[in-house]
């Protein structure tokens, strides 16, 4: 019954901002931990950035700190990944999970269809 519905991605020139959106449902939104995964053509999909529903603490992977930043409404049931001075090895399928745990090792356990993020160079 766990549901992510991801929207907000497109084609950008690099440099440029998108603001992903993650709308959920399902389960106690603020018991867990919520996040983005990305998985380029060809390559292993890997955790972009989490918050944490503990202590709101967040992580993201070395190649997106600085330009990317993670926010959750929990009244809303929706998470938000905040994309500023995208680069074309930021192209990928972008999904929302439900973290487990939040950290360099991610956890988690579903995620949506995902959007899609291409930014040319």
């Known amino acids: 019954e766990v549901q992510l519905v991801e929207s907000g991605g497109g084609l950008v020139q690099a440099g440029g901002s998108l603001r992903l959106s993650c709308a959920a449902s399902g389960f106690t939104f603020d018991a867990y931990g919520v996040g983005w995964l990305r998985q380029a053509p060809g390559k292993e999909r890997e955790g972009v950035s989490c918050?944490?529903?503990?202590?709101?603490?967040?992580y993201y992977t070395d190649s997106v700190k600085g330009r990317f930043t993670i926010s959750s409404d929990n009244a809303k049931n929706m998470v938000y990944l905040q994309m500023n001075g995208l680069k074309p090895e930021d192209t990928a399928d972008y999904y929302c999970a439900v973290f487990w745990v939040c950290g360099p090792d991610p956890r988690y356990g579903y995620w949506g269809q995902g959007t899609p993020v291409t930014v040319s160079a």
């Open positions: 918050i944490s529903s503990s202590d709101s603490s967040t």
